[in-house]
């Protein structure tokens, strides 16, 4: 990620963070929608998901300037998610989803350049999740 990318994405979080609790429901809305068998994977009541779910995204989003630092603790987030049942392929819908959310919960300001900085954000940090997981999964 590119310093511009990274205060593109800090700031355009800023932006969502006061609207966390409808960006969680919009997000495991379309989540579902696009991909309703990862519903099974959490609980029926989503209101401690959502918190989580948010206040990662803030942790990560204000990590993202230490990205060295940042990434140990990355890659643990993805062996955590490798007990739950969580494969590579689950990071695309879920950054579908994510996307879709910002552009919702952004509007205007969810310009071609935020939605770029995301994405790479995105792929970078499911990548380094995704490594997590398989590390998790050669060491057992």
């Known amino acids: 990620m590119t310093p511009v990318q990274i205060k593109l994405v800090q700031a355009s979080f800023a932006k969502v963070a ?14 579902f929608e696009i991909a309703p ?9 989503l209101t401690e998901q959502k ?13 993202l300037d230490r990205l060295d ?5 990355v890659r643990a987030l993805g062996q955590s998610h490798a007990d739950y049942g969580v494969t590579s392929a689950h990071f695309a ?37 995704i490594a997590g997981a398989n590390q998790m999964s050669q060491a057992a």
């Open 51 to 63: 918190k989580k779910l948010m206040a990662m995204l803030g942790t990560v989003v204000a990590g």
């Open 37 to 45: 068998h990862l519903r099974e994977m959490f609980p029926e009541d």
């Open 93 to 129: 819908p879920v950054g579908v989803a994510l996307l879709w959310t910002l552009k919702k919960g952004l509007g205007d300001d969810f310009t071609p350049e935020v939605r770029e900085a995301w994405a790479t954000a995105y792929s970078a940090l499911s990548q380094a999740m």
């Open 69 to 73: 630092a940042l990434m140990p603790a």
């Open 18 to 31: 006061p609207i966390a609790a409808t960006a969680a429901d919009l997000f495991y809305g379309r989540l």
